[in-house]
């Protein structure tokens, strides 16, 4: 449901989306009455084929309930913000444009997720260079990026990142998952590009070119019968290219869009957004989707040894044991510095 308030018309508008029907059979069957005097206009549109690659275009019939005899023929367009490269049949590219994500084996404490594109510019601007390809990565509170280490433009180039444009969300360096209250973290990469070629791809092959984004693990709470190994996951992320829109592109008249509602708000209001298709590779088994596993080493409570108090018994006496060396030393030095004044004046009256 959407809950709209139109502050020139006085309008408060509610619209409620669904993909498919409610009744048995599929069949859709609505019963909508107006109520104190308020217009009913119910539209039955199906997407058309736009003539400008930035828009999308509808048509359909509209009806007034109450005022029409008969449903009149619409046809309307519009701007739109957002869309699909693998479906929007106006955009044209020079090769597919998906890519794939996947954790570098082996993953430890600090993995890596690597992004493996295929994708060219766009064809639908006549500026082409202001295009550039982002990555918009959602991450839980288990994973954090270093933004310390993000920021060492050395370490950027030899993982084909372009830039670091926003880090948002709990980034702590120290503070295990258990102590972290926020559900986790953002972070939106603007990527290396075939508008950029690198060194190491020809721009025509079609070819991949991978990005990799070093991640960080969270200590996680101990675990029972785990074997001392927990899974975390992180959904794939949004890959795309963001161009400034043409001029005359009249963005506020769209009534599906919403903004800032994501990584749409890190952008300025004439920006259009071109969506790769991510790519599952079915051969590999993977049947959760666009998420990816991670296995994460944590301590077992439920270990034999950890049941009779030998683990904590162990480091209580190790703690000990350095304490009383520490002890040790210092009172070593201090023994010397008491006997030093002596020994000089010995020296002297020989």
């Given at each position: 449901m959407d809950i709209d308030f139109d502050s020139i018309s006085s309008n408060l508008i509610f619209k409620t989306y669904r993909h498919r029907s409610l009744n048995a059979g599929g069949r859709w069957s609505e019963y909508l009455q107006p109520y104190g005097g308020a217009k009913l206009e119910i539209g039955f549109l199906a997407p058309e084929h736009a003539t400008e690659p930035e828009q999308i275009k509808l048509g359909g019939f509209l009806h007034v309930v109450g005022e029409d005899d008969q449903l009149n023929p619409t046809l309307f367009s519009f701007s739109s913000r957002h869309h699909s490269l693998s479906q929007d049949a106006q955009v044209q590219t020079t090769s597919p444009s998906t890519y794939t994500a996947s954790f570098l084996e082996p993953t430890g404490l600090h993995p890596q997720l690597r992004?493996?594109?295929?994708?060219?510019?766009?064809?639908?601007?006549?500026?082409?260079?202001?295009?550039?390809?982002?990555?918009?990565?959602?991450?839980?509170?288990?994973?954090?990026?270093?933004?310390?280490?993000?920021?060492?433009?050395?370490?950027?180039?030899?993982?084909?990142?372009?830039?670091?444009?926003?880090?948002?969300?709990?980034?702590?360096?120290?503070?295990?998952?258990?102590?972290?209250?926020?559900?986790?973290?953002?972070?939106?990469?603007?990527?290396?590009?075939?508008?950029?070629?690198?060194?190491?791809?020809?721009?025509?092959?079609?070819?991949?070119?991978?990005?990799?984004?070093?991640?960080?693990?969270r200590y996680l709470a101990p675990t029972s019968g785990t074997q001392g190994i927990a899974e975390t996951s992180i959904p794939w992320p949004v890959v795309f290219w963001a161009c400034t829109a043409e001029e005359g592109s009249k963005m506020g008249i769209n009534p599906f869009d919403r903004t800032n509602l994501g990584f749409d708000g890190l952008f300025g209001t004439n920006t259009m957004f071109y969506h790769l298709k991510p790519k599952v590779n079915v051969s590999s088994g993977a049947t959760s989707g666009l998420v990816e596993k991670l296995p994460v080493p944590v301590l077992d409570a439920g270990w034999k040894w950890m049941d009779n108090g030998m683990v904590q018994a162990g480091t209580g006496l190790v703690v000990l044991l350095g304490w009383l060396w520490v002890v040790w030393k210092l009172f070593g030095v201090a023994v010397k510095t008491w006997k030093g004044p002596g020994v000089e004046k010995e020296k002297k009256k020989q």
């Amino acid at each position: 449901m959407d809950i709209d308030f139109d502050s020139i018309s006085s309008n408060l508008i509610f619209k409620t989306y669904r993909h498919r029907s409610l009744n048995a059979g599929g069949r859709w069957s609505e019963y909508l009455q107006p109520y104190g005097g308020a217009k009913l206009e119910i539209g039955f549109l199906a997407p058309e084929h736009a003539t400008e690659p930035e828009q999308i275009k509808l048509g359909g019939f509209l009806h007034v309930v109450g005022e029409d005899d008969q449903l009149n023929p619409t046809l309307f367009s519009f701007s739109s913000r957002h869309h699909s490269l693998s479906q929007d049949a106006q955009v044209q590219t020079t090769s597919p444009s998906t890519y794939t994500a996947s954790f570098l084996e082996p993953t430890g404490l600090h993995p890596q997720l690597r992004l493996a594109i295929s994708s060219s510019v766009p064809q639908t601007t006549s500026h082409p260079e202001s295009c550039a390809l982002h990555a918009y990565l959602t991450l839980p509170s288990t994973l954090f990026p270093d933004k310390y280490q993000l920021a060492n433009p050395n370490l950027l180039k030899g993982l084909n990142i372009r830039s670091v444009r926003s880090i948002s969300g709990y980034t702590d360096l120290e503070a295990p998952d258990y102590a972290v209250k926020p559900w986790g973290s953002s972070m939106l990469l603007e990527l290396e590009s075939l508008n950029a070629p690198l060194e190491s791809l020809d721009p025509s092959s079609g070819k991949e070119w991978n990005v990799d984004i070093p991640l960080h693990l969270r200590y996680l709470a101990p675990t029972s019968g785990t074997q001392g190994i927990a899974e975390t996951s992180i959904p794939w992320p949004v890959v795309f290219w963001a161009c400034t829109a043409e001029e005359g592109s009249k963005m506020g008249i769209n009534p599906f869009d919403r903004t800032n509602l994501g990584f749409d708000g890190l952008f300025g209001t004439n920006t259009m957004f071109y969506h790769l298709k991510p790519k599952v590779n079915v051969s590999s088994g993977a049947t959760s989707g666009l998420v990816e596993k991670l296995p994460v080493p944590v301590l077992d409570a439920g270990w034999k040894w950890m049941d009779n108090g030998m683990v904590q018994a162990g480091t209580g006496l190790v703690v000990l044991l350095g304490w009383l060396w520490v002890v040790w030393k210092l009172f070593g030095v201090a023994v010397k510095t008491w006997k030093g004044p002596g020994v000089e004046k010995e020296k002297k009256k020989q």
